[in-house]
T-cell receptor
Framework: DAEITQSPRHKITETGRQVTLACHQTWNHNNMFWYRQDLGHGLRLIHYSYGVQDTNKGEVSDGYSVSRSNTEDLPLTLESAASSQTSVYFC????????????????FGAGTRLSVL | GEDVEQSLFLSVREGDSSVINCTYTDSSSTYLYWYKQEPGAGLQLLTYIFSNMDMKQDQRLTVLLNKKDKHLSLRIADTQTGDSAIYFCASQEDNFNKFYFGSGTKLNVKP
């Protein structure tokens, strides 16, 4: 069965360190998304990609970067981790074609809980 | 961007109906979705509704859409303790693939 996996599931790091969270999907989806989930804020979009070599900033992109070198993977990098980046991070993917009126269900990974001390 | 709002908490007794409400601001939203998140897990799609529909029923779930008021609701009939979770509504922009999520409603089902 196709799936979307995130690793690691839990990560503890120190402020100032670079951290990379992995996301791998076997749906062959064009679109991939990174969200962070914080109490009272729901899910906020960090970065997203509509295909290989395409990346876009979401509403909370400062301090994060992504790269899309293949269809399956969209790693999220925290360049210099800050305590404000302690959160639960979710990756999602959808089949994605930009067409009016087309539904585009997003499928989510299980999440990575990141603590920055 | 779109604003999607939900109340944060709902508590019901087992066997009662639950109604979770959501409002959104973008009238061009084409699809609206409900996701369920159980503790320690990712989001799972529960159901969705296209903007030209006003109701969709799927077993114990009923989705109502009032497009004029930009109001979406999810009714769970005969709520069970296994329905305890956080429920997110999300809207999809027309012509785009981005979702806008509400803050989530935590449903607590008391035995």
């Amino acid at each position: 069965d196709a799936e979307i996996t995130q690793s690691p599931r839990h990560k503890i790091t120190e402020t100032g360190r670079q951290v990379t969270l992995a996301c791998h999907q076997t749906w062959n989806h064009n679109n991939m998304f990174w969200y962070r989930q914080d109490l009272g804020h729901g899910l906020r979009l960090i970065h997203y990609s509509y295909g290989v070599q395409d990346t876009n900033k979401g509403e909370v992109s400062d301090g994060y970067s992504v790269s899309r070198s293949n269809t399956e993977d969209l790693p999220l990098t925290l360049e210099s981790a800050a305590s404000s980046q302690t959160s639960v991070y979710f990756c999602a993917s959808s089949s994605g074609t930009i067409a009016a009126g087309e539904k585009n269900i997003q499928y989510f990974g299980a999440g990575t809980r990141l603590s920055v001390l | 961007g779109e604003d999607v709002e939900q109340s944060l908490f709902l508590s019901v007794r087992e066997g009662d109906s639950s109604v979770i409400n959501c409002t959104y601001t973008d009238s061009s939203s084409t699809y609206l979705y409900w996701y369920k998140q159980e503790p320690g897990a990712g989001l799972q799609l529960l159901t969705y509704i296209f903007s030209n529909m006003d109701m969709k029923q799927d077993q114990r779930l009923t989705v109502l859409l009032n497009k004029k008021d930009k109001h979406l609701s999810l009714r769970i009939a005969d709520t069970q303790t296994g329905d305890s979770a956080i429920y997110f509504c999300a809207s999809q922009e027309d012509n785009f693939n981005k979702f806008y999520f509400g803050s989530g409603t935590k449903l607590n089902v008391k035995p």
